[in-house]
Nanobody, 121 residues
Framework: QVQLVESGGGLVQAGGSLRLSCAASGSIFSVQVMGWYRQAPGKQRELVAQIISGSSAYYADSVKGRFTISRDDAKNTAYLQMDSLKPEDTAVYYC???????????????WGPGTQVTVSS
C-alpha cells in the first residue's frame, strides 16, 4: 500500500504565499506522476499542476506564473509553491500520485486526504 500525506495548507491574505508538501510512502518502486488538484465548494475537482517523470510540468491556466510544482524523487515528495494567492484559489487541495510498486509497468493511482487553503480578501 501507498500513503500520501499533505501538509502546508492554511489561511493567508490575498497576495500572500503558501507551500504545500505531499510525501508518498509505502511500497514504492517508482513514482510516475505527482500532481495537485483542488476542489472549491460547489465545484468539480480540477487539476492545478502536475509533473510526469521525464517530462515538463503542467499548469492550469489559472495558476500559470503564480504556482510552481517541484519534486524530490529521493524523498518521493512533491511541493506546490503558491505565490500571489487570490481569494479564488480557496479550495481543498489534493495530492495525487501514480505509482509503480514493482518493476512491472503497472501503475496505481493514490490520493491524499486533502488540505484546506483559504485566501482572504
Amino acid at each position: 500500500q501507498v500513503q500520501l500525506v499533505e501538509s502546508g495548507g492554511g489561511l493567508v491574505q490575498a497576495g500572500g504565499s503558501l507551500r504545500l508538501s505531499c510525501a508518498a510512502s509505502g511500497s514504492i518502486f517508482s513514482v510516475q506522476v505527482m500532481g495537485w488538484y483542488r476542489q472549491a465548494p460547489g465545484k468539480q475537482r480540477e487539476l492545478v499542476a502536475q509533473i510526469i517523470s521525464g517530462s515538463s510540468a503542467y499548469y492550469a491556466d489559472s495558476v500559470k506564473g503564480r504556482f510552481t510544482i517541484s519534486r524530490d524523487d529521493a524523498k518521493n515528495t512533491a511541493y506546490l509553491q503558491m505565490d500571489s494567492l487570490k481569494p479564488e484559489d480557496t479550495a481543498v487541495y489534493y495530492c495525487r500520485a501514480v505509482v509503480r510498486t514493482t518493476p512491472l509497468p503497472l501503475d496505481y493511482q493514490y490520493w491524499g486526504p486533502g488540505t484546506q487553503v483559504t485566501v482572504s480578501s
